[in-house]
């Protein structure tokens, strides 16, 4: 994966917070800046199923 293609098409001070709801990992605080969520976004790349992001607070896939 291209982390630095991804990390240019994140603003600066992207925020990605996650709750997994047991089925995935959650960060603490979340991960703050392109640097960080950029890394984590490719680490997790291919990971996740169809439907595995939500979209809003409180949705559910699929």
Do not use: I, T
């Not at 630095?4 to 603490?28: C, H, M, N, S, Y």
């Not at 291919?46 to 409180?58: I, Q, S, T």
């Amino acid at each position: 994966m291209d982390v630095d293609g991804l990390r240019e098409l994140l603003a600066a001070d992207v925020q990605l917070v996650a709750d997994g709801g047991g089925k995935a990992p959650q960060w603490a605080g979340g991960l703050h800046g392109s640097d960080q969520v950029a890394g984590v976004l490719a680490a997790v790349r291919g990971r996740c199923g169809p439907g595995a992001v939500a979209d809003g607070p409180g949705a559910r896939p699929g």
